[in-house]
């Protein structure tokens, strides 16, 4: 035990030092807070506690909650919430504990330390999860619990113990309140534990008995986000009709017209498996996808040889594969470089579009635990192990001094946020009352002028929103607008209107875009008394 006790607190301890270190890095280059939504999920998670109109139902129809809602400890703080660190804690500890049982369930697999710590760093050195664990990003939280459910499935099907099965479908249900693809493990989940009751034990009344717990668990999460959107916004099925609609396949919730066409999707499953498999391939990293291969094969031999479950196990996670193949071929994005020889070879790769491409990063504790088999190779143990953690190092090497590209690197790219000079102009000449902008439109600007989010009238902001829209001067001292940006509601609700803009004057207008700020012309003639 106390070797056991030793070996925990080291992995713990790997786990905080890489996570704090990649921390103080990427904060001191300001680099936790540009990368694509990081800024929109602080800010869902900041206008359930600072909102003219606060409340759960802040937390939207379309983005699952859980990462905004373990947010909301540290969001309330105005630090944690501009510097990003708010979400930065949410997304570490998510990484610490997802790492920590990536080694868990190696170690349960080899039953010896030195493959299962290397298995680990598969996980926990790979670049782009450490990176978007320092952001407010949803990876971290859904590797956590993917690596988390991964053990406990192990665990059930070696032990018997239904106690495991209870924890397995805690992180399955978690995981369906992190992203949509955790609703593909959930389902193969629940087929997986129905079929292995049947072939293990023959008997309707232990069939019964795990199905009911396991389902009654590991679909609790999902149900209640189908009460709350059907409760709050009258769909339960919101978010399923949203991400179906044109605006979604044509590569819209706020990207530039100019990408939809770019971006569209409508290719064969063949096409879409492979443009899957690159993504995976460049987030994971070539040398760990082609061990993680040889793994595979590695556990079905062993499983076949032990007559264990443990390979049927390990299938699960594919079953997010599979779905995000599916929506490749209709209308998810991903941008991303070639997987060919000329790009492996390059040093800027990297530097290439990455449009989506950190969904290929959804798999990576399975690749981490796979490679165990790899690692674990005996007679004698050590030397195969040393030799193909050497070739893994080599990964790690080029992070730091590359010459070719072994991982597409997500730090390499990271640039700022549209509308700066919007951004610039309102922190420089702002002088107080409500400023009415569209959510939709603005929502990363909205963070960076660094005003409280109950300055705003937004689409989240109840009757204040809809009263402005009839006459904006009733509240609103400021009006941002951009008439031509297809994501700005507040311009489809204004377009048809006339005589909106007759109490303001144009205080500022972009001289690179159609972004204008109107200036109330006079106090409006409601005060709104403070709150």
Known sequence: MKRLHYKTFFIIFFLTSVSFAALGYFFMNNAILPYADAMSRMDIARKVVDNLNPGLAQLGNVWLPLPQLLMLPF?????????????????????????YYVYKSAYFLSKSFLPSFFSMCVFALNINAVYLQTTAMSESLFLCLLSISTYYFLRWVNKDEQKYLIFAGAGVAGITLIRYEGLALLLSSIGFVGFYSLVKY?????????????????????????????????????????????????????????????????????????????????MSGVIPVVFAFLGLVLALIVSIWKRSWNFLVLLLPLSIFFLMVLTLQRNTPI???????????????????????????????????????????????????????????????????????AIYEIPRRIYGKPD????????????????????????????????????????????????????????????????????????????????????????????????????????????????
């Open 420 to 531: 700066s000079a919007l951004v610039d102009w309102m922190r420089n000449n702002y002088d107080g009352g409500y400023i009415m902008i569209s959510a939709t439109g603005f929502e990363d600007q909205m963070f960076e002028m660094g005003l409280p989010y109950r300055t705003y009238i937004h689409e989240g902001a109840g009757k204040y929103w809809t009263e402005a829209l009839d006459r904006p001067a009733r509240y609103a001292n400021w009006i941002v607008i951009d008439m031509n940006r297809s994501s700005d509601v507040l311009a489809k609700e204004f377009v048809h209107k006339q005589y909106w803009n007759w109490d303001y004057n144009i205080a500022w207008k972009d001289p690179g875009s159609s972004v204008t700020v109107y200036k109330i012309k006079t106090k409006p003639d409601i005060i709104i008394p403070k709150e």
């Open 335 to 405: 941008v991303q470089p070639s997987l060919n020889i000329p790009n492996l070879l390059s040093t800027q790769t990297s530097l290439g579009v990455g449009f989506n491409i950190r969904y290929g990063i959804m798999l990576l504790p399975w690749i981490a635990v796979l490679t165990v088999f790899v690692f674990n190779l005996k007679k004698p143990w050590y030397i195969p192990t040393l030799l193909f953690f050497a070739i893994f190092s080599f990964q790690i090497f080029n992070t730091f001094f590359p010459k070719v590209t």
């Open 75 to 99: 969001i309330w703080n105005d630090y944690l919430w501009h510097s990003g660190l708010a979400g930065a804690f949410m997304s570490m500890t998510a990484f610490i504990i997802g790492g």
């Open 202 to 282: 023959r008997s309707l009344k232990r069939i019964e008995s795990n199905l009911i717990i396991y389902c009654w668990i590991s679909c609790l999460g999902f149900a209640l986000w189908t009460l709350y959107l059907a409760a709050i916004f009258g769909d339960p099925l919101f978010w399923l009709r949203y991400y179906a609609s044109v605006q979604i396949s044509l590569g819209g919730g706020g990207a530039p017209a100019a990408a939809a066409v770019q971006y569209s999707q409508a290719k064969p499953f063949l096409a879409a498996v492979w443009e899957y498999v690159t993504s995976i391939t460049w």
